[in-house]
């Protein structure tokens, strides 16, 4: 029920340039997410007696659980992609400057006027969009597979924003919120590009790179990441772009080796590996994880050149490895810190379980830098933003 593909399209060096890649030039983002009010760095923890465990020499995570409060890291992307917009706009019309302070200035913003956002999401973009559209005072509609669990909901609706449930996956979501800001002039705030629409995608990826910036110091050195392997999941792949431009930027061929983790069930990254000559395919999966916010049958086209050119393997796992993680990180082995990791949150630990596990992928672990002496870095990407299947996969309930 695991499966992994090793890449062969992955370069030593990519590099993403012309004018395509020009948004790549911004260096503004994490002084943008300092100048929010709430901020704060979140932590990296290590969990050295499940290090041991797995037969690795650490295991440390960014643990993004309680990023602005609102469970997920989502919020590092919207945030900064909604100030860029505005920004823009604003700097069509005025000559003054706009700046991270400009985008919590009210009057700033009435003179903008007035905006409806719209976004298509499993959760936490969603809740992201509507997060960030609550602090502008502005109005957001959130466009969510009606089988959303009712949670993920109600939080939506919590920060104000008004839900419309689709029956149908994310992947039609995306479709139908798209159609609506058009039809309505609504602000589109998509975590996926789709044709004609590629920019906000680009600063959403870019606001994502802040977790990997404030690794700075704690483990990422001038030239040594600290670090040999990085897991990092991917629904759209952003966040999997993300890890890719910072590192193949920052360390070149001495990246550390990148893992992308996906569900069996919505494994369109693994699957574009696989069977694409280059171009991103669609998932054969019937997109049914539990991993809600990776349950994404399609790569981002924004996010995609990225992925492929950066990372040399694929994993895909079931359920019952994100499961087995979530139980792991909140009942850690003595000595270990506990972590409240959701669902897809626990993915990256999720795939170093099934490593150790699973027959076949076993075979192949030596061929990863996953020995006695590896350093690997996880993102827990969000908390329990599924209270009550989280009590039941903890065993609370
Ligand atoms: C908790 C969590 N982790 C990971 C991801 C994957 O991010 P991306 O869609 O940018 O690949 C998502 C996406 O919604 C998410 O909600």
């Given at each position: 029920?695991?499966?992994?593909?090793?890449?062969?399209?992955?370069?030593?060096?990519?590099?993403?340039?012309?004018?395509?890649?020009?948004?790549?030039?911004?260096?503004?983002?994490?002084?943008?997410?300092?100048?929010?009010?709430?901020?704060?760095?979140?932590?990296?923890?290590?969990?050295?007696?499940?290090?041991?465990?797995?037969?690795?020499?650490?295991?440390?995570?960014?643990?993004?659980?309680?990023?602005?409060?609102?469970?997920?890291?989502?919020?590092?992307?919207?945030?900064?992609?909604?100030?860029?917009?505005?920004?823009?706009?604003?700097?069509?019309?005025?000559?003054?400057?706009?700046?991270?302070?400009?985008?919590?200035?009210?009057?700033?913003?009435?003179?903008?006027?007035?905006?409806?956002?719209?976004?298509?999401?499993?959760?936490?973009?969603?809740?992201?969009?509507?997060?960030?559209?609550?602090?502008?005072?502005?109005?957001?509609?959130?466009?969510?597979?009606?089988?959303?669990?009712?949670?993920?909901?109600?939080?939506?609706?919590?920060?104000?924003?008004?839900?419309?449930?689709?029956?149908?996956?994310?992947?039609?979501?995306?479709?139908?919120?798209?159609?609506d800001?058009?039809?309505?002039?609504?602000?589109?705030?998509?975590?996926?590009?789709?044709?004609?629409y590629?920019?906000?995608?680009?600063w959403i990826?870019?606001?994502?790179?802040?977790?990997?910036?404030?690794?700075?110091?704690?483990?990422?050195?001038?030239?040594?990441?600290?670090?040999?392997t990085?897991?990092?999941?991917?629904?759209?792949?952003g966040?999997?772009?993300?890890?890719?431009?910072?590192?193949?930027?920052?360390?070149?061929?001495?990246?550390?080796?990148?893992?992308?983790?996906?569900?069996?069930?919505?494994?369109?990254?693994?699957?574009?590996?696989?069977?694409?000559?280059?171009?991103?395919?669609?998932?054969?999966?019937?997109?049914?994880?539990?991993?809600?916010?990776?349950?994404?049958?399609?790569?981002?086209?924004l996010?995609?050149?990225?992925?492929?050119?950066?990372?040399?393997?694929?994993?895909?796992?079931?359920?019952?490895?994100?499961e087995?993680?979530?139980?792991?990180?909140?009942?850690?082995?003595?000595?270990?810190?506990?972590?409240?990791?959701?669902?897809?949150?626990?993915?990256?630990?999720?795939?170093?379980?099934?490593?150790?596990?699973?027959?076949?992928?076993?075979?192949?672990?030596?061929?990863?830098?996953?020995?006695?002496?590896?350093?690997?870095?996880?993102?827990?990407?969000?908390?329990?933003?599924?209270?009550?299947?989280?009590?039941?996969?903890?065993?609370?309930?």
């Amino acid at each position: 029920m695991c499966e992994y593909a090793f890449n062969e399209l992955c370069q030593a060096r990519p590099e993403w340039t012309g004018d395509d890649y020009a948004f790549l030039q911004a260096g503004d983002m994490a002084a943008f997410h300092q100048a929010l009010p709430g901020y704060a760095p979140t932590p990296l923890r290590s969990l050295p007696a499940l290090a041991a465990k797995l037969g690795l020499a650490e295991i440390l995570v960014k643990d993004e659980s309680q990023r602005f409060g609102i469970k997920a890291f989502k919020a590092l992307g919207a945030s900064y992609a909604m100030y860029r917009l505005l920004k823009k706009q604003w700097q069509a019309r005025f000559a003054d400057p706009f700046t991270p302070a400009s985008f919590q200035d009210r009057h700033v913003l009435e003179t903008l006027g007035s905006f409806t956002f719209c976004a298509a999401t499993d959760g936490n973009h969603g809740r992201a969009v509507a997060w960030t559209a609550r602090k502008l005072g502005q109005r957001a509609v959130i466009y969510m597979p009606a089988d959303s669990v009712p949670a993920r909901v109600e939080s939506i609706r919590g920060e104000g924003a008004e839900v419309e449930l689709v029956a149908g996956t994310f992947d039609l979501c995306v479709e139908r919120c798209a159609r609506d800001a058009a039809k309505n002039g609504w602000q589109a705030i998509s975590d996926t590009a789709y044709p004609g629409y590629g920019e906000i995608p680009g600063w959403i990826l870019l606001g994502y790179t802040s977790i990997f910036v404030e690794l700075e110091g704690l483990l990422h050195g001038p030239m040594k990441t600290g670090v040999d392997t990085v897991i990092l999941p991917a629904g759209v792949g952003g966040l999997a772009a993300a890890g890719a431009f910072f590192y193949s930027k920052r360390y070149g061929a001495k990246r550390p080796f990148l893992i992308c983790v996906e569900p069996v069930s919505s494994d369109c990254f693994l699957e574009s590996v696989r069977f694409g000559k280059g171009e991103p395919l669609p998932t054969r999966g019937r997109q049914t994880s539990i991993m809600a916010g990776l349950n994404c049958g399609v790569p981002s086209p924004l996010a995609w050149p990225f992925v492929r050119d950066a990372y040399p393997f694929f994993l895909a796992v079931g359920d019952r490895f994100a499961e087995e993680a979530m139980r792991r990180y909140y009942h850690p082995l003595k000595g270990d810190p506990r972590i409240i990791s959701g669902e897809s949150g626990s993915s990256g630990l999720a795939a170093l379980l099934a490593l150790t596990r699973v027959d076949k992928l076993v075979a192949i672990r030596s061929k990863l830098p996953l020995g006695p002496t590896a350093r690997v870095l996880l993102v827990n990407t969000e908390g329990d933003t599924d209270p009550e299947n989280f009590k039941k996969v903890i065993g609370d309930l």
